[in-house]
């Protein structure tokens, strides 16, 4: 119940602090805040790419280890929290919440290997997962999150070189840090198990 607590608590202030930066009325003489194409996409595509972060973070059996629990629970509070940041934005702006053509804003990376944004897992993977237990669940799951997590940080990390909007860079940015650390730990227990990341 607590760490339930935790999360919704996590969520409103994100959202609140989100929607208290983007809520300020522009004054007469200036434009209000603005999002390009760039930033609109990468809140759409992010957005449903953080969602299967959450599933497969889900999907991993209770009895994990403690460290990797660990790192699925952060996992579930951090993107539940920016999922909610990246729609309050579009829906501020009257946006769609998803597009029908996914990564067009990102230039030059529509080649993800029949996946539809870089770094996702396909329905046979999550299938797979969801039967393991022990050794075997864990260490699929740290296969399928670090390659998750090295497509997120591709798309943040071209947002934040080609998005134009300050608050839109911010998160791409905290983004990249926050699952560049999470990359690295999971790297570690890998190894740890004698196993590689997929390729």
Known sequence: M?????????????VGGALGF????????????????????????????HEQAVLLSRTLPAGASPQIRGIAERIVLAQ??????????????????????PMRWMQGQHDHGGAPMPGMASVAEITTLAG???????????????RHHHGGIDMAQAAFNTGSNAAVKRVALDMVNEQGNETGQMTA???????QPLS
């Open 132 to 146: 393991l237990r022990g050794a075997e669940a864990e260490i699929l799951f740290l296969q399928l999150m670090i």
């Open 189 to 195: 227990l890998l190894t740890a198990r004698n196993a």
């Open 22 to 49: 983007w809520l300020h009325p522009p004054s007469p003489s200036a434009p209000g805040p603005v999002l390009s194409p760039v930033d609109i996409g990468f809140a759409q595509d992010m957005a449903v790419h």
């Open 2 to 14: 607590a760490r339930k607590q935790l999360l919704l608590a996590a969520v409103c202030l994100i």
């Open 80 to 101: 539940t929290g920016e999922i909610a940041q990246l729609r309050g934005w579009l829906q501020l702006f009257e946006l769609p919440l998803t597009t029908a053509t």
